[in-house]
């Protein structure tokens, strides 16, 4: 009789522990997972597919204006908020059906409970009280939205602002909304509720929205939002937010005061590991609460591994997935394997799109690179008779020495669907010369990239 009632058990049901949880079993391991809310998790039910779909919706609008001069004309358009919203929850509860099949199709066996640890190899389901015990277990509990704006910043009110997880659900679509941060989730939103018919305020704390992204994309997003009317204003924080009869009052620490009918936070999020009771089996967190892992995805007890934003290296679904691959390898196929964390593209879904691999060229300099610096703006071909001033911007960053590309920024349309296909480029090492060889695939907006001849600027690191 086996001596564990599993072999693998998983906490979280979304992406990282679901491709976990089958991988292992089609591996031939007894596998249970232990979801307490949607199968899922962040990525599918109040992330990723929603968001995107909050996009598609949102621009609309826009398309259709432009389509006015190519001679179509479509009267007056209306937007009606809860139909977008019911028909998104009818997607996101589709795809959660096709994610707990496609975990059980394996064999393995899921928990609608929560769990938390009793020892390092004993989970108590908090709903059922059952005990269920595992050889080896996997974290993978995802993150959440955080609503603590740091110590020296706790805002009286704070309380009453939404974060991402309820601006899916919002009973209307507000009229005025400030949304606070600067990172992916701040802009995203900023874009779909300006699109939608919002008017959108965004305060961020610091310079220039999207740090860590190359200072041409950061710099070109601030123009677009400008001009859109989206308000951005920078430097500040809010100060104090209070309901006024049926209004939020929000005042800023530069002296603004805003009216508005939802602020919504997007300041970060955190690890869930609270209440997890991981000290029971020795596993230990990080300052942030993130469990602490290895290269191979190992916490600090050898048969507990975790995977995903609950161990907060980088927060991306395709990472959470490529971590759970990688695991699988290393504890159930005798083939220790590392997560791969470089050259990872990402794209911040605003309208037009920002996407970029590899490093920008603040990184570069850090990193001691000498570069060539090749940047292309222009106006797509789309506009010239849609009449908007859009603005599309290229740029690859190459090491001078080897020719080698070693980023590449995009702000416009499509610019996530081309990165993708530049980051195989650069994960293979392409140089410029590589870039230059390549026929270029006329017209489109991505040919830029093969046909930028003249290079705009070189700068040494000294000069970062
Ligand atoms: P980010 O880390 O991207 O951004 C957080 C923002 O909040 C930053 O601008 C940060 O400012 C600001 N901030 C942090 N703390 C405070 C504070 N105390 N007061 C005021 N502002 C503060 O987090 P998000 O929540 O936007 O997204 C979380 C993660 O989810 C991202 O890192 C990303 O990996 C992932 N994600 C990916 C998406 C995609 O792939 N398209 C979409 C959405 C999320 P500062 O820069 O000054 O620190």
Known sequence: MAQYDYDLFVIGGGS???RAARMASLAGARVGLAEEWRMGGTC????CIPKKLFVYASQ?????????GYGWDFGDCKFDWP???????REIARLEGLYTTNVEKTGAKIHHDRAVFEDEHTLRLLNSGRMVTAEKILIATGNRPTREMGTTHVIPGGDLCITSDEAFHLQELPKRILIAGGGY??????????????QVSLVYRGEKPL???????REAVCASMHSRGIEVLLGCEFTRVEKRGDHLHAETSKGAVIECDQIMLAIGRQPNTLALHVEKAGVELGRRGEVKVDDYSRTTNSHIYAVGDVTDRVQLTPIAIHEAMAFVETAFKNNPVKPDHIHVPSAVFTTPEIATVGM????????????????????PLLHTLGGRDVRTLMKLVVDQKSQKVLGC????????????VVAVALRMGATKKDFDATIALHPTAAEELVTMRTKSYSREPEAA
Request: glycine share 10%; proline share 0%.
């Open 16 to 18: 990282g522990g679901v």
């Open 44 to 47: 599918v039910i109040r992330g």
């Open 60 to 68: 609309f609008r826009e398309n259709i204006l432009d389509s006015r």
């Open 83 to 89: 139909i977008l919203i019911a028909n998104k929850d």
């Open 185 to 198: 989730i701040a802009l995203e939103f900023a874009h779909i509720f300006h699109g939608l018919g919002s």
């Open 211 to 217: 740090r860590g992204f190359d200072d041409c994309l």
């Open 360 to 379: 920008s060229e603040q990184k570069a300099l850090l990193m001691g690179h000498s570069v060539d610096v090749y940047k292309s703006t222009f106006r």
């Open 409 to 420: 920024h995009i702000f416009g349309d499509h610019a996530a669907e081309i990165i993708q």
